[in-house]
């Protein structure tokens, strides 16, 4: 069972409709993800003389709606117009992005599933199996 979620913050809104589309700000935060992977093939990120502080970076570029300590009121949308939840529990940011933590209550169930693919992230153990029998899974929406 999933008890918590992450989701690129840079792919979600707190509003649907037509405000609902990712930024310029966050499509470059996308991109910047994107070659980090490839440079650095998901290893740690220290701080260096070409890139700075990445974390920093991501924490700069949240978008103005967001709390970092979480908001349990606020309901998000992907860029498509799904409502994925009813609020966050915080935004937690690594050297790879900054994502939304969710809990399963804040989750919209119905709305979530796993793209084609992805399935690895619940059925492979090393990933997703944490301390406390609790489960943590980073979702990509399809």
């Known amino acids: 069972m999933v008890s918590t979620m ?3 913050i840079y792919k979600v ?8 589309v990712i930024t ?3 499509r470059e935060m996308l991109r910047f993800q994107e070659q980090l992977a490839k440079d650095y093939g998901y290893q740690p990120i220290g701080y260096n003389l070409f890139l700075g502080d990445v974390r920093q970076k991501y924490l700069d570029a949240l978008p103005e709606w967001r709390k970092v300590d979480g908001d349990p009121e606020i309901p998000l949308f992907t860029d498509k117009g799904t409502q994925i939840s009813t609020g966050y529990k915080r935004i937690v940011i ?16 119905d709305n979530i599933q796993i793209c084609d693919g992805q ?7 090393r990933l997703v199996k ?3 029998n609790t489960y ?3 979702f990509n929406f399809c």
């Open 119 to 125: 399935e690895y992230r619940i059925e492979d153990a």
């Open 24 to 26: 310029e700000t966050g």
């Open 6 to 8: 992450y989701y690129n």
């Open 13 to 20: 809104n707190s509003r649907k409709g037509d405000d609902n």
């Open 94 to 109: 690594g050297d790879y992005g900054a994502f939304i933590e969710m809990s399963q209550e804040q989750m919209v169930m």
């Open 130 to 132: 944490r301390p406390q």
């Open 136 to 138: 943590h899974i980073v």
